[in-house]
């Protein structure tokens, strides 16, 4: 009985051998994985320095997704910068209250550039071919960053000690160059700023005061302006309604004066179309205004006023015209 058992195991090992092998598989299941950098996710530490990453997938343009990656990078640094310090800097355009000051801060806020940091390096860069990625290292030696930002801010502090010493008691050069040197204050504050960040310390100097200084200068200004509003065509109504329009912004010195520190010289046209009960009217005004007999600022605007009688449209087109007029005038008082 053992004797066939062994048998039959024997035929089926040896039936087995017979049986054909399968082929073994040409295709990758995966592929080998790439050695990617430390400092893609982990940060050098390097004492006096920040850094930053980013990448970009570059399924299109690999130089585009290469700027793209080196500007993530930059933004990411200077995330960093500012998590890495506590503190608040002074804004010395809010020390102060009342709408023309308001004003100044606003305008001033959307109209001039952010201060970039100058001496931000890219220091590495790697690309993923199984990713189709580009990833980016910048760095920031701060100290280096710190003199340059210093150097920039006493260059503007000589500007504007300049500037107080030439024309505060000059009301038709102040008038001439205060958007200018308002613009350099804005961009003062911001180097102070970035000062902050990459010095870990608040700026220390004589001249601090320099931005409130100009600030004052600029209220004092506007405390003495005066405007007076000629118009060609005796149209009252129209200076009225300018001189309503500047007091609207909260700058209750901008009046119609008969001796003013500006001249505002208005020449206006005027067309009515009236379609079935509807009247349509068509003003155009050129207008010049003059300090000192110079002219500062000159230009044309129009408005159309809309109304189911000819005295509503004309007020409505006086009223929108009007809001030009002042806001052209703002443009050269302020930034």
């Not at 195991?9 to 087995?16: D, H, I, K, N, R």
């Not at 504050?189 to 960040?197: A, D, I, V």
């Not at 700026?203 to 600029?218: C, E, G, H, P, V």
């Not at 060609?232 to 609207?248: E, F, H, W």
């Amino acid at each position: 009985m053992m004797g066939r058992v062994g048998y039959l195991l024997l035929l089926v090992l040896l039936g087995g051998c017979h049986t054909t092998p399968e082929a073994p598989s040409t295709e990758m299941t995966t592929e080998a994985a790439e050695q990617w950098p430390d400092w893609i996710t982990q940060l050098p530490v390097r004492a006096g320095w920040v850094y930053g990453t980013g990448s970009a997938e570059w399924t299109g343009d690999p130089a585009q997704a290469a700027q793209m990656a080196r500007d993530r990078a930059r933004l990411d640094l200077q995330k960093s910068l500012r998590t890495s310090v506590s503190g608040s800097t002074t804004i010395f355009l809010s020390d102060s209250n009342g709408a023309v000051n308001k004003d100044i801060q606003q305008k001033l806020r959307s109209e001039v550039k952010a201060v970039e940091l100058q001496n931000i390096q890219v220091l590495k860069t790697f690309t993923s071919d199984q990713q189709h990625r580009v990833f980016v290292l910048v760095g920031l030696d701060k100290s280096e960053e710190t003199q340059v930002t210093t150097a920039r801010i006493e260059e503007l502090d000589r500007t504007l000690s300049s500037w107080l010493a030439d024309y505060s008691e000059n009301s038709v050069k102040q008038l001439q160059y205060n958007s200018a040197y308002l613009r350099i204050v804005e961009q003062r504050r911001q180097l102070l700023e970035t000062y902050r960040l990459v010095s870990g310390r608040e700026w220390l100097s004589d001249q601090n005061d320099l931005s409130r200084k100009i600030m004052a200068s600029t209220r004092d200004l506007f405390s003495r302006i005066k405007i007076e509003i000629r118009e060609y065509q005796d149209n009252t109504a129209l200076g009225r309604q300018v001189a309503q329009a500047l007091s609207k912004y909260g700058y209750g010195s901008l009046i119609a004066s008969s001796h003013g520190n500006l001249m505002l010289s208005i020449n206006s046209e005027q067309s009515l179309v009236q379609k079935q009960d509807i009247y349509y009217l068509f003003l155009e005004a050129n207008f010049e205004m003059s300090a000192s007999d110079n002219i500062v600022r000159a230009g044309a605007v129009s408005a159309k006023g809309v109304g189911g009688t000819e005295a509503i449209a004309s007020n409505k087109a006086m009223n929108a015209i009007a809001q030009k007029l002042s806001a052209e005038i703002l443009k050269y008082l302020l930034p």
